[in-house]
């Protein structure tokens, strides 16, 4: 069986199992770069030295992260060959991911949250802003949420998490206000909960990290602000304020506690408390 045909039945798996069409579309292009290097050749001819070149020469230009990417699929694919029998040996099992620094999350100030918030111009601007800010959730969720999602009394929405995973997840009472007033001003019956301002309909992420854009710009805040870092700056702010990991790392939908634990070297503040309560 050659290469191309394993592919199409480790994808088709995978979507059964759940896997998200993101997730499908970066491991398509891993395949396709995987084929043109090896060729269309007979899986069971391919062998550890094979790949090892493979991700030697083609990783040469690659970041950890990056070539990390590279090898995991690698390792699944030929992990998921090996569990359908299709071959008797995985040449991929003893391949190991490069060794990645672990990179602090860039968070905003509680001051330049402020800043951000004089800059918002309409209830559009606010509401964004503020529902980024208050749940922590990732853009991708954002975009993809209907009205329909939401329980206004208890301030709360259902999101669509990664891996296609819904969690509940909660807003403050300033965003709370500014939902409100924001869909009152609405006139158009799209599901969405944000729209686009000229002819309404869901707002795309490229839109959204271009109203963000336009905020931090009349903010006047001395760096490159992006969606992102109003999650990492939800995540900051509430362990300085005392909430446990555990329930932080519920509420952003991390699967693993280790990205969350990268908030724990943010929080100087909590360190200094916990320090003088215990010593």
Known sequence: ??????????????????YSPKTLKAYQLQSTLLIR??????IKKITTENLKHYLSEDGK??????????????????RWAH????????????????????RIPKFLTEKEIELLREACYSSMENALFE???????????IASLD????????????????????????????CDIWLKRYLQNRT????????????PHRMSIAQMRYVIKRISSRAGVNKSIHPHQLRHSFATHMLNNGA????????????????TRLYAQLSGKLRRELYSKYF
């Not at 199409?8 to 759940?18: F, P, R, V």
């Not at 569990?83 to 672990?102: H, V, Y």
């Not at 158009?188 to 002819?199: C, G, I, N, Q, S």
């Open 1 to 18: 069986m050659n290469l191309s045909t394993i592919w199409q039945g480790y994808q088709a798996d995978k979507q059964i199992e759940g």
């Open 37 to 42: 290097y090896l060729g269309d050749v007979q």
């Open 61 to 78: 230009k690659l970041k950890p992260a990056s070539l990390g990417h590279r090898v995991r699929f690698i390792k699944s694919l030929f």
């Open 83 to 102: 569990d359908e029998g299709i071959i008797s040996k995985n040449p991929a099992a003893k391949l190991k991911e490069p060794k990645t620094g672990k």
């Open 131 to 141: 529902f980024m800010y208050s749940t922590g959730c990732r853009i991708g969720e």
């Open 147 to 174: 009205i329909s999602s939401f329980d206004f009394m208890n301030r709360s929405a259902i999101v669509q998490g990664k891996g296609d995973k819904e969690r509940e997840v909660y807003y403050n009472i300033r």
């Open 188 to 199: 158009d019956d799209d599901p969405a909960l944000f729209v686009t301002e000229r002819f």
């Open 244 to 259: 446990p990991l555990e329930v932080i790392q519920n509420l952003m939908g991390h699967e693993k506690s280790e990205p």
